[in-house]
């Protein structure tokens, strides 16, 4: 003979059961709202990161058109026979801005030559640049404007180093910069502002002002 459940074991899975899903219902309402949430957040952030990769940009071709413009100013200040200057190329690598700078040369009859670093131009023209990407990224990154440069103009042309010399000296004037320069070249000598000799006495260096 079958035995009759009783209610009150019957009542108490019912109970057990609505619990169950009323609690299933609480976490699945709890779930979607933090699914809408995760949503809007993921949102903002795309907004943010877009915001944040425009303003990149725009600070990119902001610097660069500025670069651009002081290497190709040195470049046609001191090569003052060659007609010279300086091109960015922007791209994205790998999900970074990349940049490179291109010299270019016009030629008398109207072609062009381009190219990067030494290869394409010789130490002169490389070393010329090097110094001013030193001057930009004093300035750009808000450091004390002072540059020293240890014999860092190579041995080319006295004219060049001459044009060099007097650019430097219009640069530091409109910018505000001290530059200290070490050389055995009279041509910067005489470009200088200030000048000194340094000479051996009883085993110490001594400064001597020239001008």
């Known amino acids: 003979m079958l035995s009759i459940p009783s209610t009150e074991d019957l009542r108490d899975k019912v109970s057990r ?35 944040v990769r425009k303003l990149i ?12 413009r002081l290497l190709t100013e040195g470049l046609q200040a001191v090569f003052t026979d060659q007609d010279l200057r300086v091109k960015a190329e922007v791209a994205v690598e790998r999900g970074k801005v990349a940049v490179n700078l291109v010299t270019c040369q016009k030629n008398p009859d109207g072609s062009e030559v381009e190219g990067l670093g030494n290869d394409a131009f010789g130490g002169a023209v490389t070393t010329v640049q090097s110094i001013l990407l030193r001057i930009i990224i004093v300035l750009r990154r808000g450091l004390r404007p002072a540059l020293l440069l240890d014999e860092a103009l190579p041995a080319f042309d006295g004219n060049y180093v001459a044009n060099m010399g007097n650019f430097l000296r219009t640069l530091c ?7 200290l320069l070490v050389t055995h070249n009279p041509a910067l000598v005489e470009a200088a502002d200030k000048a000194y000799r340094i000479k051996k006495t009883n085993g110490a260096a001594r400064f001597e002002e020239t001008r």
Not at 31 to 36: D, F, M, Q, S
Not at 173 to 179: E, Q, S
């Open 57 to 68: 940009d725009e600070e990119v071709t902001v610097g660069v058109k500025a670069v651009e």
């Open 17 to 51: 059961a609505v619990g169950r899903r009323e609690s299933v219902e609480t976490d699945l309402r709890d779930t979607k709202a933090r699914v809408k949430l995760l949503e809007r957040e993921e949102t903002l952030l795309d907004l943010t990161a877009a915001y």
């Open 173 to 179: 004037a409109r910018l505000g910069m001290d530059i």
